[in-house]
C-alpha cells in the first residue's frame, strides 16, 4: 500500500528554500566573477591550467561567502532577507507566479546589493572586479534569478 | 600662527630585522592645516614647496607661514580625488629655475595625468607649458600616480598608475596606465626607450606592470631606480625598475582583491620581475627618498618610505641575498605620511596627509 509522504512545515521549507537560494546565488555568483576576472587576465597574456582555475573559484567562493571585511555572502544574506518576504507580499496582492516573483527579487536585491556596495566603496571603483563590464553585472543578476528560482521552487511551493 | 611645536623625539619602533641603534629626533613643526598636501620640496635656501591636491601649491619660508604660487593650471580636484600632484626640479634648477608639476587634468569621465613645467622664481610659476600629458584618457579618478624623478641624463620619469578599473592596461604595450613613462626635460619621447609604437615611432613606457605606484626615486650615487606601489588588499611593492622590464601587476601579486577574491593565483609568473619587497598586509606607501649625506651617517643609502595606513616612515636597508632590514620612525604620531623627502640640509621633511602638518626631522642639537 502506498504511502502518502507528509509536506514539510511551511517554517522548514522557508528556511531550506533560504539556504538554497543562498547557496545558488552565492556560488554562482563568485564563480562567475571568477571566471570573468581570470578571462581578463588571460586576455593579458596570463595563462591558467585547468586546476589553477578550480583553486581560484574555490578559493574565491569561500572569500566571497566567508571572507573579507565586505563579505558579499553578508549583503545576500541580509539582502534575501529583505527581498524574499517583500516578494511573498507582492505575490499575495499582484496573484503573481512565484517562478516569476521571487527570480525577480533574487535579480532586484544583487542590483542593490552591486549599488550599495559601490556607493558604500572608494569613489568611482567596483568592489567585484567582474562587474565591471556589462556581462559581469548582468552575470550577478543572472545568479540573483537562480537564487529566487531556487527559493520559488522550495520555500513558496503549495504543501 | 602657531609657534613651533617641539619635541626631541626617540620614535624608533622596531619592525622586521632592525638592528639600528635608536637615532637622535628632533621634530619640528614647520606648517600646520595644509589642505591635502600630497608632495613636498624643499628648495635651496630653506624655502619649501608644498602641493595641494586640490590645486595649490604654497611656498613656506618661514615656520607657520604658507603663502600661495601664482600660476599653477587648473586642476580636476572631485570627491577628494586626483588633483595637484607631485614636483621635481630640473636638475639644473639653479640655471634654469625649471619645476615641474604632475595633476590631473580634464573631467570625470575622461582625465589624464599632465605634466606642465614653468619658471619658479619670486614666489610664481611663469611660463608654463603643458608638456606632457597620459593617454588614454580614463574614466576614474583613482590611482594616477604621477610621480616624478629625473634620471641623471636628464630625462623625466613619471609613474602612472592604472586607473583602478583598467588593470589590465598594466600589461598593454599600447597604453600608458600601469606604467612608468619616460620623456625628455621639454617633453618630448627619447629615441632609447624601450618600445616602439606600430609605426616604428618610439613610445613614452619605460617598464610594465605598475597598479598605483606612489613613489620613485633615483639613487644619485648607484643611479639605480626604486619605484614603490600600492596593492589591494596585501600586496604592496617596492621595485628597482629596470628599462623595458615588467613588474607583473595584474598578471602576479601578492595582494587580493578588497573582496577578498584572487586578483590573480600567482605571486610570481614569467616574464615579470619579483618586488624587492612586499608589505602584506598593506601599509600603503606613499613617497620616498633617500639619505644620502643626511643628517644621519649611520643611515647613509637607507631609503624612506612615507606610510598612509601604517601611519609611520619606514626605514628600509637593502642588503644583497637577505631580507631587508626595516625600522618604523615616528610611529608613536599616529599620523597619515603622504610624502618624504631629504632637504639640502640632511633634515628629513615629512607630509602629514590629514592633519596638513609639514614636520622637519633633524638630528638632536
Redesign the interface.
Known sequence: MRQERKPAPSGVRIALGFIAAFGVTGVLA?TT??LL?LA??E????A?PFT?RL??IA??IV??LY??????GLYILFGFAIAFPVAALLRRWLGVSRLVIYPLAGAACLAAILCVISLN?????????GT?GVSGYLSQLLSGICGGAAFALIAARRA | MRAILQCTACLLVAASGAVSAVAPLHVETLAEGLDKPFAVMPLPGGEVLVTEKPGRLVSIRERGRAAAVAGIPRVLWEGEYAGLQDMALHPRFSENRFLYISYVHGHRDANAVRIARGRYEAGRLSDVEVIFTVSPTKATLNHPGARLAFMKDETLLMTVGDGYQYREAAQDPNSMLGKVVRITDDGRLPADNPLEDESGRPTAVWTLGHRHPQGLLRDPVTNRVYVHEHGAKGGDELNVIERGKNYGWPLATHGVSYSGAYISPYHVYPGTERPLVHWTPSLAPCGITQCRSCQWPEWEGDLFIGMLGGKQVRRIRLRDGTAPEQEALLADMGARVRDVRFGLDGALYVLHDETGKLLRISRRP
Do not use: C, I, K, P
Open positions: 563568485s566573477q571568477s576576472v581578463a587576465l586576455r593579458a597574456g596570463a591558467f589553477v583553486q581560484v578559493h574565491d572569500a566571497h571572507g573579507g571585511n565586505l563579505s558579499y566603496f572608494f569613489y568611482n571603483m567596483t568592489f567585484l572586479e565591471r
